[in-house]
């Protein structure tokens, strides 16, 4: 059981947009930046958004992340299907047990 | 361009000792306002990070595993090394090191460099 909360799944077609929610409390998301990462099949994972809606070079603008209260939201437009992954967010977890934390881990399929 | 990459035994017995270690090249793992972890990944499922060490020798593990994990540095060969002890079933999984941008308030903020990961099997 994760402490930060996914979906497992979402889809769309290409060309849509999806977004993919990351649950947390205040303890993480609340208080700490998020950060989404991109896990192509069979790759390490990537780092997608940092600082919760910050890209770094070279990624693509149809890639975007928010944080309202102690839930994240990373999106994407234009879905390609390119974009088939996993993502997962993460963000440190300041509670009697601090750690760093990621969500479960939500598979994206273009339809 | 920082790179990481892990090496290590990549089959280990029950109860025996899991040892891995990641090179880095492209910068220097002596470099403020950077932490190195270890991330693992069991076969199909998600990510779970194992513990990070700064250049100076600091440490800190998951509560989870803290009572079996160890991680090292060498700051002549630049690289870092993970122990895990008394390895079970449950630990077979992809090993991956990583580089994290710290601050003051965060010991990792955001992780912006991954090595390639190495599959580590645990069986007799």
């Known amino acids: 059981q994760s402490v930060l909360t996914q979906p497992p799944s979402v889809s769309a077609a290409p060309g849509q947009k999806v977004t993919i929610s990351c649950s947390g409390s205040?303890?993480?998301?609340?208080?700490?930046?998020v950060s989404w990462y991109q896990q192509l099949p069979g790759t390490a994972p990537k780092l997608l958004i940092y600082?919760?809606?910050k890209r770094p070079s070279g990624i693509p603008d149809r890639f975007s992340g928010s944080k309202s209260g102690t839930s994240a939201t990373l999106g994407i437009t234009g879905l390609q299907t390119g974009d088939e992954a996993d993502y997962y967010c993460?963000?440190?977890?300041?509670?009697?047990?601090?750690?760093?934390?990621f969500g479960g881990g939500t598979k994206l399929t273009v339809l | 361009q920082l790179q990481l990459q892990e090496s290590g035994s990549g089959l280990v017995k029950p109860s025996q000792t899991l040892s891995l270690t990641c090179a880095v090249s492209?910068?220097?793992?002596?470099?403020?306002?950077?932490?190195w972890s270890w991330i693992r990944q069991p076969p199909g499922k998600g990510l779970e990070w194992i513990g990070y060490?700064?250049?100076?020798?600091?440490?800190y593990y998951n509560p989870s595993l803290k009572s079996r994990v160890t991680i090292s540095v060498d700051r002549s060969k630049n690289q870092f090394s993970l122990k895990l002890s008394s390895v079970t079933a449950a630990d077979t999984a992809v090993y991956y090191c990583?580089?994290?941008?710290?601050?003051?308030?965060?010991?990792?903020?955001?992780?912006?460099?991954w090595g390639q990961g190495t599959l580590v099997t645990v069986s007799s």
């Open positions: 990583a580089r994290a941008s710290s601050t003051v308030t965060t010991p990792i903020q955001k992780i912006d460099y």
């Open positions: 492209g910068g220097s793992i002596s470099s403020g306002g950077y932490s």
């Open positions: 060490i700064y250049h100076s020798g600091s440490t």
């Open positions: 205040s303890s993480n998301i609340g208080n700490n930046y």
């Open positions: 600082d919760n809606n």
């Open positions: 993460g963000t440190w977890d300041s509670s009697l047990s601090a750690r760093w934390v």
